[in-house]
């Protein structure tokens, strides 16, 4: 099995910034997918963005040009640069990993970032 524990929330003024961190433990094959999802109340949980093992990099549009996804593949750790946030940026983050060997998936348990106008 996987754990993911994020962390890097919290409350921040519009225009600020925030990281968020997620470390994966457990039995991690070396091909996967980790990415941030989000989930604002009544609303959908989205990719926000994502990269692979192999360094790929996706982003919604919404965050392009404000986030940055990177990794630190030694420590299975991915990061979520949050800058020049906005109040539409409120909302659980949430780690994911997706197994491209096993085609499994795991979620962390969120972490709240909250963007005030």
């Known amino acids: 099995q996987v754990q993911l524990v994020e962390s890097g929330g919290g409350l921040v003024q519009a225009g600020g910034s925030l990281r968020l961190s997620c470390t994966a433990s457990g039995r991690i094959f070396s091909r996967h997918i980790m990415g941030w999802y989000r989930q604002a109340p009544g609303k959908q949980r989205e990719l926000v963005a994502a990269?692979?093992?192999?360094?790929?990099?996706n982003y919604v549009d919404s965050v392009k040009g404000r986030f940055t996804i990177s990794r630190d593949s030694a420590e299975n750790t991915v990061y979520l640069q949050m800058n020049s946030l906005k109040p539409e940026d409120t909302a659980v983050y949430y780690c994911n990993l997706e197994s491209i060997v096993t085609m499994m998936g795991y979620w962390g348990k969120g972490t709240l970032v909250t963007v005030s106008s």
């Open positions: 990269i692979s093992s192999g360094g790929s990099i």
